[in-house]
């Protein structure tokens, strides 16, 4: 018989000396190093996915958006509201094909963000790249964040949201 | 044509059964064309990607995507992986195919539901959605059922192979043991039936939604719908492990060091690979899912499987070796290697398709899959990068190897153009070898995303963001990368449909000679894949520490 089937004793077999240290090395790599890290990283680090998620209503969020938008507003670009809030809660919201509003934020404070989607799946993005996440409409994304370089910073979407979605393009500001 | 109820193949000593043979032929030549479709359907994409948006549109870059992946991802492998279901049922278990005339109907059910999928995407282009159709994007409700149908025509596949292997285990067709082949075959089945119950579960409702009978919510359908869609890459994975092992036996008589560790390595798959799926949700707007949840799934269920990974990291080049040196290419840490039948387009697939999945999409798998590094992957191009690297370079490489022995064993014919086809799998493995690092690099540092239409120009917005120009040699070396293997691509479906034309027939006696199949019986020590899988570990670990020092960079995220 031409095909492979296993040598009858193949469950008594011993595995040869390379493959245990193999196995041994494999097992820590995988299963202890992996797992030990990504939690502590997570649970010490200053770059995680760690934040609070709220069924919220597209339309009272959209309210809420605008609200804020109006009491902080500090001026206007290409039609966008340019807002600059004191550290605390910040809005932002992802709709198809744009971002509302414009952030002005101050280098090294700390914001409370509150991003959402009103219709369509969306992906936020900040460019240089710092951290993309994902957004749902129904659902907000509550997290903190620090700001650690100034600059001026676009956000694209990067999850299809419908024709337009190559041109959904915002912008955060970070100041000195 | 008649074909005799049984053959004996002259190579392998298989009994090959009529049924079988008759639908692992059909499988295998329906996945073909849809790989073909594949390749044509991206030709709009890298000329998107090339020549920019004002000569193809956006409008058909993401038609154009919606097809590529849909024939590739799901029609290509899945066609080949049923032909491999009943062929390690049948043919590795010697067992006549149990309900074929359930398999016919799952084939043409299969078949009819691709056909819709490609039938919409073509006439309906506003509709479409660029591969994932997320809720509430809304496809027509033919859709829906057209995967509905595809889906259930994989079930009653997988349902034939479970009571064909329960014939042959009642009948003891295989002896004491089933052979190694088979097990992976199993470990997919199972992998399978779980994906198609996700499946059912997200797109049934989804389907009734579409008609305005049910609401669906967006996070809901999200993660159901990554039951399904990570779940199949994982019934890749097993199949694609399985093919290894197939041709490390056809192309150099190997077997592996450890019969029981490469099971308990599928074992692991089992145990641990579907909760992993988790990993797509690490970005979600989720309450649902506290960070325990996650953690348990991400961190230690799914290194549960990267340990079986390891293992056949182990396995499957030590199987090449112990083959060759067993053959008495013995000579120092790599003769065997220097020896091997690089000629053969089988083989050089095999080496191929094991060393771009483990550098390229497993490495980058476990890095992404890490639970806050995904904040620099999320939907970059990067996870593009990573699943060619996985599914193209890993799994299509590995069934275009096991497609030069299907040709002269299943349909006794001669490959036309040896020569041509020694050139194929590097053509295309290095191609997308390249494609991939390229789209790696590009997600994870400077974010380009996936699935965008107009060349990274954001549509003339006035808030249009200017990349560095680095990037522009990055997507250089895509377009290059990319061209090269879809040329390589191209060859491989124009090597076998055109064996299937002219190839000369094989009698027997040549099929024995050419072809003959013998596992090298012994014991030697696989001291060069030792070696290298050493390196291989340490790459690893340099690469997962180098990723987060790089996330570390960032603006500070999510603290506490």
Known sequence: MAIHTPPKNWLEERVAPEERVWLVLATLFAIVFLSAFMGLWHLTGRQTTHGQAYRVDPASFRQEVQAFAERYQVGELNGIPVVAPPPGEVYLMAQAFSWYPVLKLKKGETYRLRVASVDYPHGFSLYPHEWSIQLHPGYEWVYSFTPTKAGEYTLICNDYCGLGHHAMVGKILVEE | ?560
């Not at chain 2, 089988?346 to 094991?354: C, N």
């Open chain 2, 1 to 560: 044509m008649a074909l005799p109820l049984e053959r004996t193949c002259p190579a392998t000593g298989l009994r090959l059964f009529s049924a079988a043979e008759a639908l692992i032929k059909v499988n295998a030549v329906v996945a073909v064309v849809f790989l073909l479709l594949g390749f044509l359907w991206v030709v709009p994409s890298i000329m998107n990607r090339v020549l920019g948006p004002e000569v193809v549109s956006p409008q058909l870059y993401y038609q154009a995507t919606f097809l590529h992946g849909w024939n590739m991802l799901i029609f290509w492998l899945l066609f080949f992986e049923v032909a491999l279901l009943y062929f390690a049922a049948s043919a590795l278990l010697r067992t006549p195919l149990r309900f074929p005339g359930l398999a016919w109907g799952g084939f043409w059910l299969m078949l009819l539901g691709a056909v819709l999928i490609n039938y919409l995407g073509v006439v309906s282009p506003s509709n479409f959605l660029p591969y994932t159709p997320y809720v509430p994007l809304q496809a027509p409700p033919l859709f829906y059922l057209a995967v509905i149908l595809f889906a259930v025509g994989a079930i009653l596949a997988v349902f034939v192979f479970f009571a064909t292997l329960h014939r042959a285990w009642r009948e003891k067709t295989y002896g004491a043991t089933m052979p190694l082949g088979a097990f992976g075959a199993l470990t997919a089945a199972i992998l399978a039936t779980t994906t198609l119950l996700s499946g059912a579960i997200a797109f049934i409702p989804t389907f009734l939604w579409s008609l305005g009978w049910l609401k669906v919510d967006p996070l809901w359908f999200r993660h159901t719908y990554w039951g399904f869609g990570h779940g199949a890459q994982q019934v890749n994975l097993a199949a694609m492990v399985t093919a290894w092992y197939l041709l490390a036996l056809f192309t150099v008589g190997g077997t592996t060091p450890s019969e029981r560790l490469s099971r308990i390595a599928f074992l692991l798959y089992l145990l641990g690979i579907n909760l992993g799926s988790a990993h797509h949700l690490l970005t979600e707007p989720t309450g649902a899912l506290s960070s325990a949840w996650t953690w348990v799934n991400t961190g230690y269920l799914i290194h549960v499987a990267v340990l079986g990974s390891l293992i056949h990291a182990f396995s499957v080049p030590a199987a090449i070796e112990r083959g060759l040196r067993l053959k008495g290419f013995a000579q120092g840490l790599f003769g065997w290697l220097a020896r091997a039948p690089w000629g053969n387009p089988g083989f050089s697939a095999l080496v191929l398709s094991v060393i771009l999945f483990g550098f390229l999409g497993g490495m980058s798998g476990v890095t992404m899959g890490s639970y806050d590094l995904n904040l620099k992957w999320h939907n970059t191009l990067a996870v593009v990068g990573h699943f060619k690297a996985t599914v193209v370079e890993g799994t299509s490489l590995a069934f275009m190897g096991l497609t030069y022995y299907l040709l002269p064993l299943i349909f006794r014919r001669r490959l036309i153009w040896p020569r041509l086809a020694a050139w194929q799998p590097w053509l295309f493995g290095l191609g997308m070898g390249l494609l991939s690092l390229a789209m790696i690099r590009l997600g994870v540092v400077y974010g380009l995303p996936r699935r965008f239409g107009d060349t990274f120009q954001f549509g003339g917005s006035p808030f249009a963001f200017q990349y560095p120009p680095e990037v522009a040699t990055l997507l250089a070396a895509m377009g290059i990368g990319g061209t090269l293997a879809l040329l390589g691509g191209l060859l491989f479906v124009l090597l076998a449909v055109g064996t299937l034309l002219w190839g000369k027939p094989l009698t027997d006696e040549e099929i024995q000679k050419a072809y003959q199949v013998k596992a090298e019986e012994g014991h030697v020590t696989p001291k060069g894949v030792y070696l290298l899988a050493l390196l291989f570990l340490a790459f690893f670990l340099i690469y997962y520490l180098y990723n987060h020092w790089f996330l570390s960079q960032a603006w500070f995220i999510g603290g506490r």
